[in-house]
C-alpha cells in the first residue's frame, strides 16, 4: 500500500502482499454471518429495523466470495511457478484431504458422544466428498466446491494464456449463471451458492495475470482508506435495500445475490 499524504494507491501486488489480512476480513465476516443465522434461527423477525439488521449481516458471507477470488488468484501465480499439473494437484490435495477429513471425524465424533447416532451413508458420501452434489446437503459445502475448481484449474490455465481468453471465459460463465436461474425448476437450485460464484474466481485469475504482466497495475488510485470504507458500506446497504423490497419477485434477489456481489 503507497500512500501520499491522505491519498491511497492499492496495487494489484499489495494484495499478494496483504493476503493474510484480506483471508482475515473474510475469516471475520463469515463468522458473523453465521452467528447472525445462529441468532435469527427460529426468531420471527417482524420490525423494520430487525428485519434490514438480519439481511445486513447476511451480506457478510461476501467473506466466502474474497476466498473464492484470492483463490483464483494465488492459483494463477502458483501456475505461473510450476505449469506442473502432478505437482499442483498432489499439493493441493494434501493441504486440503487431511484437514478436511480430520475436521470431518471429530464433528461426527462429538456428534456420536452427545447423541450416540450417527447417518453412516451421509458420513460416508462426505469423506468422498459428493454429499452436496448427490442430496444437497450444504455442511462443509465449500472445500467440496472448491476442490472441483482445483481439479479443473490446470485446464483451464492451459486453454486460457492471455487476458483476453479469460474475459471470455469470464464473460460466458457469467452469462450461463444467470441464464441458470430463468431455466424451469432452476429457479432456487440448491447449487445457485457454488455455480454463481464461479465467476469471482475466475476473476481472481484476470487480475492476478494483469498483475503479472503489469507489475504496477492500479485498483484503487486516490481514494482515501475511508473512502473505501464508505464505499464498502454503500454496497452492501444497496444491497440490503435490494433484498429487502424485491423479495416477493418470482426471482428472488438471493437467487442472484452472488452475481450482484461481483462489482
Known amino acids: 500500500m503507497m500512500t501520499d499524504r491522505s491519498k491511497t494507491v492499492l496495487s494489484i501486488r499489495d494484495l499478494s502482499n496483504q493476503r493474510n489480512g484480506i483471508y482475515g476480513i473474510a475469516i471475520v465476516l463469515i463468522c458473523i454471518f453465521h452467528l447472525n443465522n445462529v441468532l435469527s434461527e ?103 466446491f472448491i476442490i472441483v475448481l482445483y481439479a479443473l484449474f490446470p485446464l483451464y490455465f492451459k486453454h486460457t494464456d492471455t487476458l483476453n481468453k479469460k474475459r471470455i471465459v469470464f464473460a460466458a460463465v457469467l452469462i450461463l449463471c444467470i441464464a441458470s436461474h430463468f431455466l424451469p425448476g432452476m429457479e432456487h437450485s440448491r447449487f445457485d451458492m457454488a455455480k454463481d460464484r464461479i465467476p469471482v474466481f475466475i476473476l481472481g485469475t484476470i487480475i492476478a495475470q494483469k498483475g503479472f504482466e503489469d507489475q504496477k497495475s492500479v485498483l484503487v488510485r486516490g481514494l482515501t482508506p475511508k473512502h473505501i470504507l464508505a464505499a464498502g458500506i454503500m454496497i452492501l446497504v444497496f444491497l440490503d435495500v435490494l433484498i429487502l423490497y424485491i423479495e416477493n419477485y418470482y426471482l428472488k434477489p438471493y437467487d442472484f445475490l452472488y452475481l450482484i456481489y461481483l462489482p
Open 42 to 144: 427460529g426468531v420471527q423477525i417482524v420490525s423494520f429495523v430487525s428485519r434490514t439488521a438480519s439481511f445486513f449481516f447476511d451480506m457478510f458471507n461476501i467473506g466466502v466470495d474474497i476466498f473464492l477470488f484470492m483463490s483464483g488468484f494465488g492459483l494463477f501465480y502458483s501456475m505461473r511457478k510450476d505449469p506442473n499439473a502432478v505437482s499442483f494437484y498432489t499439493k493441493r490435495i494434501l493441504r486440503i484431504i487431511p484437514a478436511y477429513w480430520t475436521g470431518l471425524i471429530l464433528f461426527y465424533t462429538v456428534t456420536y458422544i452427545c447423541t450416540s447416532a450417527v447417518d453412516v451413508k451421509t458420513l460416508i458420501m462426505k469423506l468422498f466428498m459428493i454429499d452436496f452434489y448427490v442430496s444437497g446437503d450444504q455442511f462443509l459445502w465449500y472445500p467440496v
